[in-house]
Structures are given as C-alpha cells and as structure tokens.
C-alpha cells in the first residue's frame, strides 16, 4: 500500500466504504458524513482529509493481495491469527488518541512521519471483547494520569520503520511537524490465542457430553458450593476422559469466523521476540 495508490483510491472515490473509518482527535466520525445511500459522497474524503480528519482503510488482509500474503506468512509463522489496516493522517493532527489494543500491534512507517507516546499496561494482557477498551475504557482517575505524566516511550518512526506494541500497551499516537508529508502506516495486529482461548474451546465441545446437560435442581435445592463441587468432579472428569491428541488437532484446526482474520496454516512457538517491562496496575 503506497501512497500513491491510496491516493488514487480517494480521488476516484474507489474505497469500499464499508471498509473505512474517519476519525480525529480520538473520536470516529458518522458515517453520513462521508457515505450517502451506500456509497461515498464525491470529493468527501479528501475534503475530510484536508480538515486533519484521518483516514482509516480496513481488512487490507482480505483485499490487498500483497498484504494478505503477508500476513497468512506472519500467521503461519507465530501460530497466531494477524489482520492489517492502514492510517493516512495529515502532518500535524490525530486520529486515535490514547487507547491499548487486545492483541500485539505491528506499526509498519509507510511514508511521513509519526509519534508513538507509550505508556505501561493498566490491564495485563487484555482480550477482546471483555478487556478491549472500546469496551472498558479509562476511569476518570487513569484519564487524568496520562493527561498529567511523560510516556514510558516516545518514538517517532520514519518511513521504514517498524515499531512493535505488546498486547495492552496504552499508545497515544500523532503525526508531528504541521504541513510536512502525511503519514502512512500500516497496522498488523497479530491476535494472540491465549490458555482462556484454548479453555473456552474446549468447553465448548463438553456440550456433547450429555453429563453437561443436565438441568440443576430447583433454585435452593442444593447449597451453591455443592454444586460448584459437582461441577468441578464433572470437568475433571471429562477433561481426564479427552483424548488429547485428538483435541490439539481439533484446536489447530479452529477457527474465529467472526473476527475475520488471517488464520495460520501451522503452529509454531514464536522465539526472539523484544519484550516490554512488566504491566503496571493504576488505582481504579
């Protein structure tokens, strides 16, 4: 993705505007500020683009060829399932303010640059959707802290560059130095399968297990640790039943149809990887 051909692309009005976001200054514009019966407004993206609004192309794993290569080899590589975006922010302006993402973000510095203020994890090792942070978002008192204190890291990539953030690194991202080159990145986000993945996968296959069927007792018929413990016997059970060989391959096989991503066709242990220092937990 070049430059060039995403200016192509917003000039002939060819986006797919189901695969686009507009966003500034941390908040997503409306649709109808850019789409109108299904499709987009002649001139309006780059009318937008002009106002330092940024401009987010979705999915390029499923539409641009070269990209959706890549990631299926990135996949293959870290057993990890990977998606790709990319951001044309004019210089001097914001798109997402501070937020973390739920899994491992990739920044790969197209063209322009962009500065990434970091800050240390307030959620260890979050997942979507329960931990994402368009779900939990910051309270007032962690809002204020990141207001009020220097990043753990600030990095400005140049074209070439690529920066790697851990699941759960707050990242706060903006493009300096106003009426130099916009900048372009494109985004990888690599979404960690985690032991709570593999768990609920795998719970997922006790519901042919008619034991798991049962109705319990009228509400109050049987104290509540009682049956926590019948529960319990009853996994341990089941798990110690699990041909497990059987169950790896099931799992390999797995997918997440929903979330759209790029799957990896083998697993292997990823090694070498650069590490962030450990998460830091801020008040509530």
Known sequence: MSVEELNLLIDTDCLNPRLIALIKDGQILKSQ????????????????????????????????????????????????????????????????????????????????????????????????????????????TQRQYLESHDPDYSITLLPGDVLWIPRGWIHN??????????????????????????????????????????????CGAIPAPEKLGETWELLASWFGSLDLTQAAADLDAATDPDLGLALPAARSAPSGLVTFPAATSLGD
């Open 33 to 140: 500020a850019y789409i109108q019966n299904n499709h987009l407004i002649p001139g309006a993206i780059r009318r937008h683009l002009g106002e330092g609004v940024t401009l987010s192309v979705r999915a390029l794993h499923e539409t641009n060829p070269a990209i959706a290569a890549f990631c299926r080899q990135l996949a293959d590589e870290l057993g990890h399932p990977t998606q790709a975006n990319c951001y044309l922010t004019p210089s001097g302006h914001q798109g997402f303010a501070h937020h973390w993402d739920p899994h491992i973000t990739v920044i790969i510095q197209i063209s322009g640059k962009k500065t990434w203020d970091l800050y240390a994890p307030m959620i260890p090792d979050p997942v979507y959707p329960q931990l994402a942070w368009t779900t939990v978002g910051f309270t007032d």
């Open 173 to 218: 991202p903006y493009a300096p130095e106003a009426g130099a080159e916009p900048s372009l990145h494109l985004t990888i986000g690599i979404v960690q399968r985690t032991f709570h993945w593999v768990a609920t996968r795998l719970l997922e296959e006790a519901i042919h297990d008619p034991r798991f069927r049962r109705a319990l007792p009228p």
